[in-house]
């Protein structure tokens, strides 16, 4: 009788977890070293935001807690609503990965889907969360950017050095690429399989170079793709005719949160 009582109450829990997603599943906070950051960003007026300000922990209790409790099932439509918070897991420093949080609209942005929010997920840590001193600070130039990025990282006061995108590209422009499509068909609708093409052709054309590419937009013969790269390849770069945006550097900004 009692293994037929185990097997139900298996059962019923294998039916209760399944088609959620517990984002913090795979950290293991008990070996130390990590925080929880949450960094405010510019919504809609929001009390709970005006409460907790910029916040963090590193208390091993209270992140096991979020662990426990950021479990999310239903989907949310991607309201156009802006977010109020920018979620950084990290670890020694270094940023591992990031949400995006709206307090109003209850919707949570990760890079699996999105999730309907219940404030409640974060008011429940109210009193529990030291507060972050946040800096926003512009490098002046890449070099300068990196040694400072590799100094902060060996102060214990650190919480967070942001990931910029200038420590691995340069700049980036657009381009656009013409497809050869049917009457009732759309380029944009063929995106993922042309980026992959576009990928491989651009690696085999300049070899050495590195380079990320994205979608910017489109019509239904054309797409215009973003690539974000140095700017040797910028400056040889003929395979197709330029976008709206040349050449640009990035700008050389820099995110950094401290514990006060």
Same mark, same amino acid.
């Given at each position: 009788?009692?293994?037929?009582? %185990?097997?139900?109450?298996?059962?019923?829990?294998?039916?209760?977890?399944? =088609?959620?997603? /517990?984002? !913090? $599943?795979? &950290?293991?906070?008990?070996? #130390?070293?990590?925080?929880?950051? #949450?960094?405010?960003?510019?919504?809609? +007026?929001?009390?709970?935001?005006?409460?907790?300000?910029?916040? %963090?922990?590193?208390?091993?209790?209270?992140?096991?807690?979020?662990? $426990?409790?950021?479990?999310?099932?239903?989907?949310? +439509?991607?309201?156009?609503? =802006?977010?109020? %918070? *920018?979620?950084?897991?990290?670890?020694?420093?270094?940023?591992?990965?990031? @949400?995006?949080?709206? !307090?109003?609209?209850?919707?949570?942005?990760?890079?699996?889907?999105?999730? @309907?929010?219940?404030?409640? $997920?974060?008011?429940?840590? &109210? =009193?529990?969360? $030291?507060?972050?001193?946040?800096?926003?600070?512009?490098?002046?130039?890449?070099?300068? #950017?990196?040694? &400072? *990025?590799?100094?902060?990282?060996?102060?214990?006061?650190?919480?967070?050095?942001?990931? +910029? *995108?200038?420590?691995?590209?340069? #700049?980036?422009?657009?381009?656009?690429?013409?497809? /050869?499509?049917?009457?009732?068909?759309?380029? @944009?609708?063929?995106?993922? /399989? *042309? !980026?992959?093409?576009?990928?491989?052709?651009?690696?085999?054309?300049? +070899?050495?170079?590195?380079?990320?590419?994205?979608?910017?937009?489109?019509?239904?013969?054309?797409?215009?793709?973003?690539?974000?790269?140095?700017?040797?390849?910028?400056?040889?770069?003929?395979? &197709?005719?330029?976008?709206?945006?040349?050449?640009?550097? @990035?700008?050389? %900004? !820099?995110?950094?949160?401290?514990?006060?």
């Amino acid at each position: 009788m009692r293994k037929i009582t %185990y097997t139900i109450l298996a059962i019923l829990v294998s039916l209760w977890t399944s =088609g959620q997603t /517990q984002l !913090l $599943k795979n &950290y293991d906070f008990n070996k #130390g070293g990590y925080c929880i950051l #949450g960094i405010r960003s510019e919504s809609d +007026p929001s009390s709970l935001q005006d409460s907790l300000g910029d916040f %963090y922990t590193n208390d091993i209790k209270i992140l096991n807690e979020f662990k $426990k409790d950021w479990i999310f099932k239903t989907p949310s +439509p991607q309201y156009s609503c =802006g977010y109020h %918070y *920018i979620i950084y897991i990290c670890k020694n420093g270094k940023c591992l990965e990031d @949400f995006a949080v709206n !307090l109003n609209c209850n919707e949570i942005a990760t890079d699996k889907a999105y999730f @309907f929010f219940d404030s409640k $997920k974060l008011r429940k840590f &109210y =009193g529990h969360l $030291k507060t972050a001193n946040v800096k926003f600070e512009t490098m002046e130039s890449i070099e300068q #950017g990196k040694k &400072y *990025i590799n100094s902060i990282l060996k102060d214990t006061s650190l919480l967070m050095v942001s990931n +910029p *995108i200038w420590n691995k590209y340069e #700049g980036e422009f657009t381009f656009r690429y013409k497809c /050869q499509v049917k009457e009732n068909e759309f380029c @944009f609708d063929k995106e993922p /399989q *042309i !980026l992959i093409k576009l990928n491989d052709q651009i690696k085999k054309v300049y +070899p050495g170079e590195i380079f990320d590419l994205e979608g910017a937009g489109g019509s239904k013969d054309e797409l215009t793709i973003n690539i974000k790269c140095n700017k040797s390849l910028s400056d040889k770069f003929n395979l &197709y005719p330029l976008g709206w945006s040349k050449w640009e550097y @990035f700008k050389l %900004y !820099l995110t950094t949160a401290w514990k006060k």
